[in-house]
């Protein structure tokens, strides 16, 4: 039926909205909650494929291979997440979108994770979040992302130029390689 959801992403508890999400995602968020505890004490977070963290720089490095889709977002989104509860200081991020063969996302999985991130950082510092871009096909998703958290602690800002995205994060553009 058109606008139903699945039961397992109608849950939500007072901390964290999951109305929307994926099923994976939302049984996730709520989980991390409730799990907290437990992660703190088993030491660092398993860093997800070509993903690197400068805590140096406090910078987040991700650079995608093949197929951006639904799981390589969520999984994404889930380290982000468990990080960002771990962190002692706030933490940039920049996305590598040049190593994609291609995207299988849509415009209501976008939003939703936009809406998403949005609301549970509602109330955390500032941080900005780089797309790198080379093609229309890699941009129109970000764009989407990025309009979606406008006017929220999420500054999300597309470039087309390295240098030009390690000049807005701050940092050396050497500092943005994986």
């Known amino acids: ?5 699945p039961a397992s992403s109608r849950e939500s508890n007072s901390f964290v909205e999951t109305r929307g ?3 994976t995602l939302a049984k996730r968020t709520v989980s991390r909650k409730a799990n907290s505890k437990q992660e703190s004490q088993k030491g660092d977070l398993k860093l997800p494929a070509h993903v ?11 650079k995608p291979h093949g197929i951006l889709d639904q799981a390589l977002v969520n999984e994404i989104v889930a380290f982000v997440e468990a990080a960002e509860e771990r962190a002692q200081k706030p933490f940039n991020r920049f996305a590598d979108l040049s190593a994609l063969d291609a995207v299988d996302l849509n415009f209501r999985f976008v939003f939703h994770i936009a809406l998403h991130r949005r609301l549970a950082f509602e109330s ?5 979040t780089a797309f790198y871009v080379t093609s229309p096909a890699t941009a129109h998703y970000p764009k989407l992302h990025a ?3 406008d006017h929220s ?7 087309t130029e390295r240098a030009a995205a390690a000049k807005w994060l701050g940092v050396p553009v050497e500092a943005l390689s994986v």
């Open 124 to 128: 955390h510092p500032p941080v900005k």
């Open 153 to 159: 602690p999420l500054h999300v800002s597309l470039f």
């Open 52 to 62: 690197l963290f400068r805590k140096e720089l406090s910078l987040m490095v991700w």
């Open 1 to 5: 039926m058109r606008g139903s959801r």
């Open 147 to 149: 309009m979606l958290t």
């Open 21 to 23: 999400l994926s099923p």
